[in-house]
Nanobody, 121 residues
Framework: QVQLVESGGGLVQAGGSLRLSCAAA????????MGWYRQAPGKQRELVAV???????NYADSVKGRFTISRDSAKNTANLQMNSLKPDDTGVYYC???????????????WGQGTQVTVSS
């Protein structure tokens, strides 16, 4: 059984920083893209940042220049460094990844349980 476990959320004042971490656990064969999504109250879940297996990145326009996604393929982890946080960044942040288990040839999409980020003004 594969699972994604997030950590690092919390409460921070506007202008502050937080670092989110995501660890993939289980019988991991390989991981393609890893990403972070967020969902604010009353809004749809949206992509924040994604990083490919080879390290190519893509960001939502609203976080460009403030957030940085990275990954450690050897440890099956992905991080999201969030700087200059704004109240609009408030929401539940979810880790997402395309993972192939050791016993299969098929990649499946997995979600973490989410971690709350609250930015106060």
């Amino acid at each position: 059984q594969v699972q994604l476990v997030e950590s690092g959320g919390g409460l921070v004042q506007a202008g502050g920083s937080l670092r989110l971490s995501c660890a993939a656990a289980g019988r991991i064969g390989s991981i393609n893209a890893m990403g972070w999504y967020r969902q604010a109250p009353g809004k749809q879940r949206e992509l924040v940042a994604v990083i490919s297996r080879v390290g190519s990145t893509n960001y939502a326009d609203s976080v460009k220049g403030r957030f940085t996604i990275s990954r450690d393929s050897a440890k099956n982890t992905a991080n999201l460094q969030m700087n200059s946080l704004k109240p609009d960044d408030t929401g539940v942040y979810y880790c997402n990844a395309d993972i192939r288990e050791k016993t299969t040839y098929i990649f499946r999409n997995y979600w973490g349980q989410g971690t709350q980020v609250t930015v106060s003004s």
